[in-house]
T-cell receptor, first 115, second 116 residues
Framework: AQSVTQPDIHITVSEGASLELRCNYS??????LFWYVQSPGQGLQLLLK????DTLVQGIKGFEAEFKRSQSSFNLRKPSVHWSDAAEYFC?????????????WGLGTSLAVNP | EPEVTQTPSHQVTQMGQEVILRCVPI?????FYWYRQILGQKVEFLVSFYNNEISEKSEIFDDQFSVERPDGSNFTLKIRSTKLEDSAMYFC??????????????FGPGTRLLVL
């Protein structure tokens, strides 16, 4: 079955520290993978995406993610976290059937940043 | 930068009432979607729409739900007779196409629906 797992429900880091948010997926074909961020009271903003090619993808706000097929993972990283990064982070896989498309989501990881 | 917009941002309704949630997708996008997120749960796919018809719908999208593109810009989700369990954040999204990076879905800010 197609699914996305984000093992960490909540993470707290200190400002300036590095960050890694985990994402594992289950999908039968080559996955299209996404990270979205939801700040309090805001919608879902696309951080980055992987379709093909270089397995290390760069996104907005200094985020990057690495696709590892052998581990079925697409972990999100940032070398130095800013207080404004506090938000909910969602990993999603694009499910495809013919011309039909939908995103299958993880439960999300809530990030808190200590000053 | 073009963005998806949704109205209203919040809607409170009584059980059994009809609600219409509105979305304006990005103007050159051809594929439209509705998702919902019940508090504390995963974001769930409801329906996708292309060329004025439903492409795919989930099990959640029963006869109480309908979607429409009434004009060239709006995309609406109607819930005919709301239930308590319809309380959720509803997100509209759009994508340019269904090939490669065109599949990227861009989301609106959501409508928080509360059914009393």
């Amino acid at each position: 079955a197609q699914s996305v797992t984000q093992p960490d429900i909540h993470i707290t880091v200190s400002e300036g520290a590095s960050l890694e948010l985990r994402c594992n997926y289950s999908y039968g074909a080559t996955p299209y993978l996404f990270w979205y961020v939801q700040s309090p009271g805001q919608g879902l903003q696309l951080l980055l995406k992987y379709f093909s090619g270089d397995t290390l993808v760069q996104g907005i706000k200094g985020f990057e993610a690495e696709f590892k097929r052998s581990q079925s993972s697409f972990n999100l990283r940032k070398p130095s976290v800013h207080w404004s990064d506090a938000a909910e982070y969602f990993c999603a896989v694009g499910a495809r059937a013919g011309n039909n498309r939908k995103l299958i989501w993880g439960l999300g990881t809530s990030l808190a940043v200590n000053p | 930068e073009p963005e998806v917009t949704q109205t209203p941002s919040h809607q409170v309704t009584q059980m059994g009432q009809e609600v219409i949630l509105r979305c304006v997708p990005i103007s050159n996008h051809l594929y439209f979607y509705w998702y919902r997120q019940i508090l504390g749960q995963k974001v769930e796919f409801l329906v996708s729409f292309y060329n004025n018809e439903i492409s795919e719908k989930s099990e959640i999208f029963d006869d109480q739900f309908s979607v429409e593109r009434p004009d060239g810009s709006n995309f609406t989700l109607k819930i005919r007779s709301t239930k308590l369990e319809d309380s959720a954040m509803y997100f509209c999204a759009s994508s340019e196409g269904v090939s490669g990076t065109q599949e990227t879905q861009y989301f609106g800010p959501g409508t928080r629906l509360l059914v009393l």
